[in-house]
């Protein structure tokens, strides 16, 4: 048995939906960051529950290594192909299925983008609040227990998502989680899921929380003399209780990055971006009282707005910032690298990794959701240059234990993949060792997502 014997199996189950064209496998080797690429030797596009677990099945009988695919956005190669195999990419997958306004939530497949869900429930004064920037899919979305600008406010993927359909790696269909609110009955298989990274099962069914849409939103912006000043602007008008849905850094070189790319005037300096949700009323106050608080700390040039186009235009401008950053060195790619530590203790952090930086030689603006203490360095490097690649993996290595050390985590949102596995024995100790385990049970021939979050098998 091997891979491609079952390429040939699997060839009269899909048909053309099997593919193995050059232009296939190169785009589901690729990844959004540093990584070579790692192709897979073919591409799988299943329409139904019941074609991806016939698709695992087969592979599980030939020993097939198996990798999902949602849009390909994910940064630490969570879905590349080391060992090569079949890529089940999922996303014709992609209808809502299911929305039951009374019960605010809603069910779809794992191809379904949070753009389009959103789009979808424009009508029934609901929304899904997650988001990570890119136009990531639902599928990909909870297997990474991703989070992104609004966590602050309304949590993360581990808090949205209230039931799952999974394919296990023998092919078994089955259920975790209920549309109740809570549950007392037995182990959390759904929290078990979710940030899996497709390396427990595959995600073939979605049952997430949706909120209702605020009566009003407002954005703003603010300059800061110094991060640190930002940052202690933050922690007050969290502990003050004001209501803020998205409270986003962004340092100079970032700022004069966007500044280029998206025609923006930020001032040279540290900047917070902000937006309120509530009523009418509420968003004015929330926004008044934030900016007396910014003024305390070193606050200049605050401005905000109830508009929506300006609204858009800002959180446009900060979700292609990463782009913007990429484009500010040209020929570049970026090791993009995230941490999470205390809030109490963000500003020493962020100090500390922009210093670690400077005296590196190579460029590394820095963006965060400081509102919950996740800040990401985007570390820009030659790729044709092995000595800015090692120097930028030694600060990323820094920044991870520096928050080790901070009690914090090496990953807020990223996950990790392939690029932070390392790092992993450092956060957890023996518990990696049980995450391994659970593993071996859940997938005993080692076929999912095989080189990624848990040890390598023995």
């Not at 956005?73 to 209808?95: C, K, Y």
Request: hydrophobic content about 40%; glycine content about 10%.
């Amino acid at each position: 048995m091997s891979i491609s014997s079952a390429i040939d199996a699997l060839t009269s189950v899909l048909g053309d939906r099997l593919s193995r064209s050059k232009s296939d496998l190169d785009i589901h080797g690729r990844s959004e960051t540093h990584f070579a690429p790692m192709p897979p030797d073919a591409v799988a596009y299943p329409l139904t529950t019941t074609e991806v677990a016939a698709v695992v099945r087969t592979c599980a009988e030939h020993n097939c290594p198996v990798i999902p695919w949602g849009t390909g956005t994910s940064l630490e190669g969570h879905s590349l192909a080391p060992q090569g195999g079949i890529t089940i990419n999922l996303s014709r997958m992609d209808a809502v299925l299911t929305t039951n306004a009374p019960d605010m939530d809603v069910t779809v497949q794992p191809g379904v983008t949070r753009e389009a869900l959103n789009t979808h429930l424009r009508d029934t004064g609901l929304f899904f609040p997650v988001d990570p920037g890119a136009n990531a899919s639902l599928g990909g979305m909870t297997a990474t227990r991703a989070s992104g600008t609004t966590a602050v406010r309304y949590g993360t993927m581990r808090d949205n998502v209230l039931g799952l359909t999974v394919v296990m790696a023998d092919g078994r269909v089955v259920q975790t989680g209920t549309r109740a609110r809570k549950s007392s009955a037995g182990y959390d298989l759904t929290g078990l899921f979710v940030g899996s990274e497709g390396t427990l099962g595959i995600i073939t069914e979605i049952t997430l929380r949706l909120h209702g849409q605020p009566q009003a939103i407002s954005s703003a912006i603010c300059g800061f003399d110094t991060v640190a000043g930002a940052v202690d602007a933050v922690m007050d008008a969290i502990q003050m209780g004001i209501q803020v849905a998205r409270i986003e850094l962004v340092d100079t070189a970032s700022a004069l990055a966007v500044n280029a790319y998206s025609g923006a005037d930020f001032p040279a300096c540290p900047h917070l971006l902000l937006e309120f949700h509530g009523s009418d009323t509420a968003v004015v106050e929330d926004a008044a009282s934030f900016g007396e608080i910014a003024t305390d700390h070193g606050g200049h040039g605050f401005e905000w707005s109830a508009k929506a186009e300006d609204r858009n235009r800002l959180w446009k401008m900060r979700h292609d910032a990463y782009y913007a950053i990429l484009a500010s060195r040209k020929g570049t790619t970026a090791i993009v690298t995230d941490v999470c530590v205390p809030i109490s203790r963000l500003a020493d952090a962020l100090l500390a990794t922009q210093n670690d930086i400077a005296s590196s030689g190579i460029p590394g603006p820095i963006l965060g959701h400081v509102g919950d203490g996740n800040f990401h360095a985007i570390l820009l490097i030659d790729p044709d240059s092995p000595s800015e690649m090692d120097t930028a993996k030694a600060l990323a290595s820094r920044m991870a234990t520096r928050a080790l050390d901070m009690g914090g985590t090496i990953t807020g949102e990223h996950g990790v993949g392939m690029g932070k596995l390392d790092k992993m024995t450092a956060e957890h100790g023996d518990a990696w060792a049980v995450m391994g385990a659970i593993k071996a049970a859940f997938d005993p021939d080692g076929i999912m997502n095989p080189g990624k979050l848990v040890p390598p098998a023995n």
